[in-house]
């Protein structure tokens, strides 16, 4: 017999929802990587339309984004009869997966003190190549030292060279690592951190997140079965406001970022909100997904992994 629905859950989410209008064409791409592409990649057009209800989004606004969304080269569609079927794009999903791995493991990362210096001399690249490539590297999470100058105290060489493919500089522009000088006279790279990173809005984001989720985990406790459609609802919605703010978030060293970085802390209430409501919205997800396809599978085993295992 399914439970029945939590009346303070419905008011946290409604209220919710009604300070944050949730976006279609951003609650799709959430969707893809938080529940579409554990369960094998592609989904019915019928069921993301029926995934999307509780949102309040209609038929009309699902079709008119996965439109846009191919338009753009995010998302594949194919037909079969009067039907049709979405999946990320190959080369675009690669993108994606990178971005999404980011909100299931922690941001504060283990650093050998080294830092990672990116630079193109003039000449070497083209105007449009070099907007470009800032535009990469800054949403990257990298520094801006100077023009045409960036810096990142953990960054990822597979990533790196992805963002050199994309920008078309591969092979055009010089990295080097540094580390830290005891050149007398001089300033300690550690200060490029309040030089270099806006962190205010990042840390005022995290602060909001955790004002808002910080009401679940209680009244999750108080309820010995959740609705499932809750529960869908509850993930989806905290996914796709940890996703927004943590997609900003440079992913700096914990040692190089202020005291009480609150990301660790949105970090942990995200994860025990989410091992909470997760057996409950796979129920849901695969009821709904069943209905048009009925070999549409189960999570693979990576899902599991997520946020350090999810039990």
């Known amino acids: 017999m399914p439970s029945a629905k939590s009346p303070a859950l419905k008011k946290w989410i409604d209220q919710y929802m009604t300070d944050h209008p949730p976006r279609a064409k951003s609650v799709v791409m959430t969707l893809f990587g938080d529940v579409?592409?554990?369960?094998?990649?592609?989904?019915?057009?019928g069921s993301l339309i029926e995934l999307l209800a509780p949102f309040g989004i209609n038929d009309r606004l699902v079709r008119t984004s996965v439109f846009r969304l191919a338009e753009e080269g995010w998302l594949d569609g194919q037909r079969e009869g009067r039907r049709s079927q979405y999946a990320l794009n190959r080369s675009a999903g690669r993108r994606f997966e990178h971005a999404h791995q980011r909100i299931y493991t922690p941001s504060h990362r283990e650093w050998n003190g080294k830092w990672t210096l990116l630079f193109a001399t003039s000449g070497s690249i083209t105007a449009e190549q070099r907007t470009g490539l800032r535009k990469e590297l800054l949403w990257e999470g990298f520094g801006m030292i100077a023009p045409s100058v960036f810096a990142h105290p953990s960054a990822d060489a597979e990533t790196l060279e992805e963002i050199l493919v994309r920008a078309g500089v591969k092979g055009n522009v010089f990295a080097c690592d540094a580390s830290k000088s005891e050149f007398a006279g001089t300033r300690?790279?550690?200060?490029?951190?309040?030089?270099c990173w806006e962190l205010g809005t990042v840390i005022a984001d995290y602060e909001r997140f955790?004002?808002?989720?910080?009401?679940?985990?209680?009244l999750l406790g108080a309820r010995s079965a959740i609705d499932p459609e809750q529960a869908f609802a509850i993930r989806t919605l905290l996914i796709h406001e940890f996703r927004r703010v943590q997609l900003h978030d440079p992913q700096l060293?914990?040692?190089?970022?202020?005291?009480?970085?609150?990301?660790?802390?949105?970090?942990?209430l995200c994860r025990q909100i989410y091992q909470s409501v997760c057996k409950d919205t796979e129920q849901y997800v695969l009821d709904i997904l069943r209905r048009e396809d009925e070999d549409a599978p189960e999570a693979a085993s990576s899902f599991y992994l997520r946020f350090g295992g999810l039990g």
């Open 253 to 268: 060293p914990l040692e190089l970022l202020p005291e009480n970085w609150p990301g660790k802390t949105a970090y942990e």
């Open 188 to 195: 300690p790279l550690r200060d490029l951190i309040q030089q």
């Open 210 to 218: 955790i004002k808002y989720f910080a009401p679940l985990p209680k």
């Open 36 to 45: 579409i592409t554990p369960h094998g990649g592609q989904v019915w057009l």
